[in-house]
C-alpha cells in the first residue's frame, strides 16, 4: 500500500533558527498537504498543494510539491516558541483517502 | 457547527467493553474520516465515508471495528468487546469534497484498562 517516509523524527533547535523537514512516498500522489498537531489538538492544516512544482508560502512557511510527484518539503524560517507541535506530511491521488507521514516533532529551546 | 465536533473527549473503559464514539462534522462537508492514532505515533487511517456509503473501509483493524453515518452528516465509530491495544485518540475529520483539506476534530481518547 501508500506508505509515505517523513524525516526527521524529531528535531531539537534553537529558537530563531530555520527548520527543513520532508516525505517521500514510493508511490506518486496529485494532493500533498501539510499538518501541525498541537498536544491534544486535532492535526490543522498548514499548507496544501496540488501541482508537481509548486512552490507555496504562508508567512514563514514554505513547501514544495515535488516535480517526481513522489515527495514534498516544508520549510520554517526564523522559528519561534509557537512553533512547536508535530508537523505531518499526507499526500492523496484522486479520491483516495489521505495517507499520512509518522510525523516530525519539533522541539525548540529558548 | 462551527467545526468538527467528537464526543466524548474521554473515555476510560474496562476490557471487554462496548464504546460508541461520536464525530459530528462541519455543516455540509460531505466526507468524512476516521483516524486512529497511538501515543506518539502517526494517523493510521481507518475509514471514510462519502455521504452515507463507506467506499474505502480498509483500515479498519478488526470486525469488532465498524461505523456508520446516516443522514450524510454524524458518524459513529463503535469497538466492541474492547482489548487494551485499542487504546489511543481517535480523530475524525471531515471535508467538502472528497480532496485534500481536511478538517479534524480533538479527537476521543479512548483508555481500556
Known amino acids: 500500500g501508500q506508505q509515505l517516509n517523513q524525516s526527521p523524527q524529531s528535531m531539537f533547535i534553537q529558537e530563531g533558527e530555520d527548520v527543513s523537514m520532508n516525505c517521500t512516498s514510493s508511490?506518486?500522489?496529485?494532493?500533498w498537504l501539510w499538518y501541525k498537531q498541537d498536544p491534544g489538538e486535532g492535526p490543522v492544516l498548514l499548507i496544501a498543494l496540488y501541482k508537481a512544482g509548486e512552490l507555496t508560502s504562508n508567512g514563514r512557511l514554505t513547501a514544495q510539491f515535488g516535480i517526481t510527484r513522489k515527495d514534498s518539503f516544508l520549510n520554517i524560517s526564523a522559528s519561534i516558541p509557537s512553533d512547536v507541535g508535530i508537523y505531518f506530511c499526507a499526500g492523496q491521488l484522486g479520491a483516495q483517502k489521505l495517507v499520512f507521514g509518522q510525523g516530525t516533532r519539533l522541539t525548540i529551546n529558548p | 457547527g462551527a467545526g468538527v465536533s467528537q464526543s466524548p473527549s474521554n473515555k476510560v473503559t474496562e476490557k471487554g467493553k462496548d464504546v460508541e464514539l461520536r464525530c459530528d462534522p462541519i455543516?455540509?462537508?460531505?466526507?468524512l474520516y476516521w483516524y486512529r492514532q497511538s501515543l506518539g505515533q502517526g494517523l493510521e487511517f481507518l475509514i471514510y465515508f462519502q455521504g452515507n456509503s463507506a467506499p474505502d473501509k480498509s483500515g479498519l483493524p478488526s470486525d469488532r471495528f465498524s461505523a456508520e453515518r446516516t443522514g450524510g452528516s454524524v458518524s459513529t465509530l463503535t469497538i466492541q468487546r474492547t482489548q487494551q491495544e485499542d487504546s489511543a485518540v481517535y480523530l475524525c475529520a471531515s471535508s467538502l469534497p472528497v480532496l485534500g483539506e481536511l478538517f479534524f476534530g480533538e479527537g476521543s481518547r479512548l483508555t481500556v484498562l
Open positions: 455543516s455540509g462537508h460531505t466526507a
Open positions: 508511490s506518486i500522489f496529485n494532493t
